[in-house]
């Protein structure tokens, strides 16, 4: 008897709350789902006002589970094995998958649900002769009603009857995209990708805003910055990757500015950059990794003077945790890794020995007036470099450089 999965059910976290935009979360999670399964292309997605079905149409089950674990918005989800809504069918199946998952010592309990009411016996009826037809094959095992080990689900359906005993946690959260766009202001360290994963937790779809200064900063560089762009995809499906020229303004601001401003001024010509680029991509906020006094630029002080060159909201997920925390999400996303990798990006090859923890605002704006501020920001902007990262993108890219060798 073939026991594989046919389906995956899936249930709604926070969309239960969603009221009269409950129909938009649902297709936005329904694009995030198809998004994350591209590598699934047999898998076909329905989504209903209260749940959402995955037919595997022959499909693997356990890697299509291990991305959804990874995709905002759903509560937890259920594989299940289709079989003819035949009661003789349906008691052989129960019992045939009971023994092959039971090890000798859990409980059990059978929760059917009849939605076609017409089948020859209602829910409790069902409870009953399966639970008998497991006491059949099963003599020593015994039922539990309350938090049994095993809680084997029948759903009896117009096409057909389901059966399914594994319910696995989801990431919760909302589907991204649903709370409007955000761009990421992502270096090559820990912190941003967190707070990129926790913006998108809550909703925001984000891309990527990355600086780039070569010959300062290496291919290497970038290459790990679009690694961790990878890392984030599973959760949504595809991300835009921007690169910015930045070599020109770090040279001028170290040409014209006191060392002590450096950082400063390259963090507000940052930000002015990124909020532009928002316009332009049609985002709503800026998300940054800033975690408060980690570094000269992240003092509130610091945040004040750099934060003055724009109106736009600027969220920073990690901004009141310590380090110890952020690692121990970039762990569990699988960013850490790459992000403690030796290539440096241009905030660190510019790094002033001494910065200002305490900046004065009139002194930034008077050393800005030696700069070209206009001219650089449109030479950057001409100069952009949008990519889009997908899922799996690098380690393709990997296989298709070691057929060439």
Known sequence: MNLDY????????????????????????????????????????????????????GTDSKPVMERLTKVFGIQNFSPSIRVEKDLDVIIATVQALMQKIYTGSETFKITAKRSDHEFVQTSDELNQT????????????????????????????QNGAYLSYETIQGAGGLPVGTSGRGMLMLSGGIDSPVAGYLAMKRGVEIEAVHFASPPYTSEQALQKAKDLTEKLTPYVGKIQFIEVPFTEVQEEIKKHVPQGYWMTITRRMMLRLTDLIREMRRGLVIINGESLGQVASQTLQSMVAINEVTATPIIRPVVTMDKLEIIDIAQAIDTFELAIQPFEDCCTIFAPPQPKTRPNLEKVQYY??????????????????????????????EAEFADLL
């Open 6 to 57: 046919t389906e995956i059910m899936v249930r709604y976290g926070e969309l239960s709350t969603k009221g009269k935009n409950r129909r938009s979360f649902i297709m936005r999670l329904a694009e995030n789902v198809k998004g994350a399964l591209a590598a699934f292309p047999a898998v076909t997605v329905k989504g209903d006002r209260d749940r959402m079905h995955l037919y595997l149409n």
């Open 130 to 157: 399966l639970g008998s037809a497991v006491f059949q094959v099963l003599p020593g095992i015994k039922a539990q009603m309350k938090r049994p080990d095993i809680n084997l689900r029948v759903e009896i359906r």
């Open 368 to 397: 800005e007036e030696h700069l070209d501020i206009d001219g650089m920001i449109a030479r950057s902007l001409a100069g952009l470099k949008i990519s889009e990262i997908t899922p799996g993108q690098n380690s393709q890219q």
